[in-house]
């Protein structure tokens, strides 16, 4: 057990709930592979609590957090600064000090990336189809501008949402063209498709056998496609593994898990690398008990 002193530097999550994270098991197995005197720590915070958790961490020095859900936009307008990615998706999730105050980005983007630029494409001729159109959404949409994609379908079982969604990106500095769909348009939308990925909670633990796509309709995808889904809880889902039987090439979430957080830990640590093997190790190991 790592030895707590008036010396130890704080890091941790803000949530509601916080309690499942898996956060504290990744950065609290880099900071010891690192020998760092940092600790990692869950924070429940209420969304009416959360000026005063910020006030609070200000003033015990807590050095860098991460904002999960409800907090993800609320924060935004208690942030001295905000980086133009996070501005453009609209959440921020990696939040630390600076001599004037608070700062935040977005690293869920980056962890989006991880996994997709290992994997040779003509990203400027791909059309993306993203399912859902929650936060999640969000960060794979920018991921999604950054990696040039010609078009990116939107699908959604709320027209208004979709719509909502879409008009949202208008003023975004990211070059982005996105189109609305409904879940109906599949069989048109998908034989188009160079990546699709899942941004919904369908296939999450504890409904494993549920997939936001059917095997019938996983069949429409081309053989080249992509077919990513941003869930780690079963790894791999029901969703990936029917698209692993028609042979397409397919990424779990746990890969975006791992980078967003070391892409966090960067920053909180001001290190070029940080031992994101040990991270990825410590949460498969978890997961595994
Ligand atoms: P969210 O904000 O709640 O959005 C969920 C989206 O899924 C909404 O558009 C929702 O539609 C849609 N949806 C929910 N149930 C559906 C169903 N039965 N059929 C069709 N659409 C459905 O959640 P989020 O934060 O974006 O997270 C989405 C998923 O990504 C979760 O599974 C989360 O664990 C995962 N995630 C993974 C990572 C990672 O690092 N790997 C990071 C973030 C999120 P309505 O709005 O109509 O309800």
């Known amino acids: 057990m790592k030895e707590i002193t008036g010396k130890t530097r704080i890091l941790g999550i803000i949530g509601d709930p916080v309690e499942h994270s898996l956060s504290p098991v990744m950065h609290n197995a880099a900071i010891a592979h690192l020998n760092l005197d940092y600790i990692y720590v869950p924070f429940p915070v209420k969304p009416t609590d959360l000026a005063t958790a910020l006030a609070g961490f200000e003033a015990v020095g807590v ?3 991460n904002a999960t859900i409800p907090h993800k ?3 935004i307008p208690l942030l001295q600064e905000v980086s133009p990615l996070a501005r453009s998706v609209g959440a921020v999730n990696t939040v630390w000090r600076t001599p ?3 700062a935040g980005t977005n690293t869920d983007v980056e962890g989006f ?3 997709l630029l290992s994997i040779p494409r003509q990203w400027h001729q791909i059309k993306a189809v993203v399912l859902g159109t929650g936060g999640a959404a969000r960060a794979v949409v920018a991921g999604c501008a950054q990696l040039g994609c010609q078009e990116i379908i939107i699908v959604g079982r709320n027209q208004e949402k979709v719509a909502a969604f879409v008009a949202s990106w208008a003023l975004s500095p990211l070059p982005v063209t996105i189109t609305p769909h409904n879940w109906e348009e599949l069989p048109q939308i998908l034989p188009q498709a160079g990546l699709l990925v899942n941004c919904t909670p369908v296939g999450m633990h504890p409904h494993i056998d549920a997939s936001p796509v ?6 429409l995808l081309p053989p080249e496609a992509i077919v990513y889904d941003l869930i780690y ?3 791999p ?3 990936l ?3 692993q039987e028609v042979g397409t090439t397919t990424i779990d979430g746990l890969e975006m898990l791992v980078c967003q957080g070391a892409a966090g830990l960067k920053i909180w640590l001001q290190r070029e690398t940080v031992p994101v093997t040990v991270m990825r190790d410590a949460l498969i190991q978890h997961l595994m008990r």
Do not use: M, N
């Open 233 to 235: 809880t079963p790894c």
């Open 73 to 75: 936009q609320a924060i």
């Open 237 to 239: 889902t029901q969703f």
């Open 241 to 243: 593994q029917l698209a």
């Open 113 to 115: 990336l991880a996994p």
């Open 100 to 102: 004037t105050g608070w």
């Open 214 to 219: 059917s095997a019938d309709l996983i069949q």
């Open 63 to 65: 050095v860098g957090f």
